[in-house]
T-cell receptor, first 113, second 115 residues
Framework: QQQVKQSPQSLIVQKGGISIINCAYE??????FPWYQQFPGKGPALLIA?????SEKKEGRFTISFNKSAKQFSLHIMDSQPGDSATYFC????????????FGKGTKLSVKP | EAGVVQSPRYKIIEKKQPVAFWCNPI?????LYWYLQNLGQGPELLIR????????DSQLPKDRFSAERLKGVDSTLKIQPAELGDSAVYLC?????????????FGQGTRLTVV
């Protein structure tokens, strides 16, 4: 019940295209859903996060879509650029008594020029 | 402002030897996490501190792993003795208050290789 399932495992997109990464969770106590971006040799860095009181959040080219009833959320990267090539992790957190972040297994995104 | 600082960046040790990793969180952050990241996988929580108290260490292999956060600031993660399967990246992260789901900031990690 603590798992966060992420797909696809890898993704190749042409420059200017849309990258879409999906995540699903089981634990309804989760109330914080961040996406992290990780470059080789670096720690994960927060990209964008959403809480379940909204269905969508947009920051620049990055958008999170959240479907509470389906227990799914996704990251959309518009106008994908080669510099976006990295591994993306979704995560879910229970901001109540737990405060832990459970991560998906990651999606390796390659944006071809 | 400095981010989360970890040292060393890389460590190579022989199996059965001890090893320690150090983390300095962002100033003022009450919550400190240690995560394990295997190659091609997402981070997995080992232990979480709220100030100096370990509030979740359920995933920490206590037979060989130990951690401490003296004075609620810096933290050390130790493995003794190390096994081949411990080869991974050990990530430290801190958050202003993890109990209310504030952003977690990660350090660059320590890459451990056990030979």
């Amino acid at each position: 019940q603590q798992q966060v399932k992420q797909s696809p495992q890898s993704l190749i997109v042409q420059k200017g295209g849309i990258s879409i990464i999906n995540c699903a969770y089981e634990n309804t106590a989760f109330d914080y859903f961040p996406w992290y971006q990780q470059f080789p040799g670096k720690g994960p860095a927060l990209l964008i996060a959403i809480r379940p009181d909204v269905s969508e959040k947009k920051e620049g080219r990055f958008t999170i879509s959240f479907n509470k009833s389906a227990k799914q959320f996704s990251l959309h990267i518009m106008d994908s650029q080669p510099g976006d090539s990295a591994t993306y992790f979704c995560a879910a957190g229970d901001g109540g008594s737990q405060g832990n972040l459970i991560f998906g297994k990651g999606t390796k995104l390659s944006v071809k020029p | 402002e400095a981010g989360v600082v970890q040292s060393p960046r890389y460590k190579i040790i022989e199996k059965k030897q001890p090893v320690a990793f150090w983390c300095n969180p962002i100033s003022g952050h009450n919550t400190l996490y240690w995560y394990l990241q295997n190659l091609g996988q997402g981070p997995e929580l080992l232990i979480r501190y709220e100030n100096e108290e370990a509030v979740d260490d359920s995933q920490l292999p206590k037979d060989r792993f130990s951690a401490e956060r003296l004075k609620g600031v810096d933290s050390t993660l130790k493995i003794q003795p190390a096994e081949l399967g411990d080869s991974a990246v050990y990530l430290c992260a801190s958050s202003l208050d993890g109990r209310v789901g504030t952003e977690a900031f990660f350090g660059q990690g320590t890459r451990l290789t056990v030979v």
